[in-house]
């Protein structure tokens, strides 16, 4: 009995941990997802990684010399490591549901940290919050009626974000 207990205490926080980690929200899934249906046909892809990133940040620090907004937009890009764009709009019907029904499965497993709608458009913003750090993971721009899904691969602090929302 008492081997059973001990076993019981070892594999239940394991568990319990295993499954919290496949119900986040994750690069991979999300690139998982991507990578499946690039190949459809009215599917287009960009993905910008580490260097191209780099080099828009470059630039934008070059713009930023004389104006203040373009400064506080680069420290917005700060922790961002790449950007993907995903657009299925010219998709087959069946493609678009079928894609739509994989992201919204996906996108459930991460927090919504703003929604906006204007009409019937809708657009959200989907990340995963560290609650002891304050940092936004991956975060996600998700249009479903416009088929369309910016994915921002990095980490920033919520309390920048917050700061830019309430100064606009």
Same mark, same amino acid.
């Given at each position: ?5 001990? /076993?019981?205490?070892? $594999?239940?926080?394991?568990?319990? !941990?295993?499954?919290?980690?496949? @119900? ?5 899934? #999300? ?17 910008l990684g ?18 203040? @907004?373009?400064?506080?937009? /680069?420290?917005?890009? +700060? ?7 995903? %657009? ?7 493609? +678009? ?15 919504? $940290?703003?929604?906006?709608? %204007?009409?019937? @458009? +809708? ?6 919050? %560290? ?6 993971h991956d975060?996600? $721009?998700?249009?479903?009626?416009d088929c369309? $899904? #910016? ?5 920033? !602090?919520?309390? +920048? ?8």
């Amino acid at each position: 009995m008492k081997r059973f207990l001990l /076993l019981l205490a070892i $594999l239940v926080p394991i568990v319990s !941990q295993a499954a919290s980690a496949t @119900d986040k929200l994750t690069k991979s899934r #999300i690139k998982a997802c991507i990578s499946d249906f690039s190949s459809c046909e009215g599917v287009e892809v960009v993905h910008l990684g580490r260097f191209a990133t780099g080099a828009i940040k470059g630039a934008a620090s070059v713009a930023a010399l004389g104006d203040s @907004d373009v400064r506080e937009a /680069l420290g917005l890009m +700060k922790g961002i490591k790449s950007i993907s764009i995903f %657009d299925y709009g010219s998709c087959s019907e069946a493609d +678009k549901e079928a894609i739509a029904a994989r992201l919204d499965g996906i996108l459930t497993h991460g927090e919504v $940290l703003m929604e906006a709608k %204007d009409g019937d @458009d +809708k657009v959200k913003i989907i990340g995963v919050i %560290d609650d002891k750090s304050g940092v936004i993971h991956d975060y996600v $721009l998700y249009a479903p009626n416009d088929c369309a $899904l #910016i994915c921002i691969f990095g980490n920033k !602090q919520n309390e +920048k974000l917050v700061h830019i929302v309430d100064n606009d």
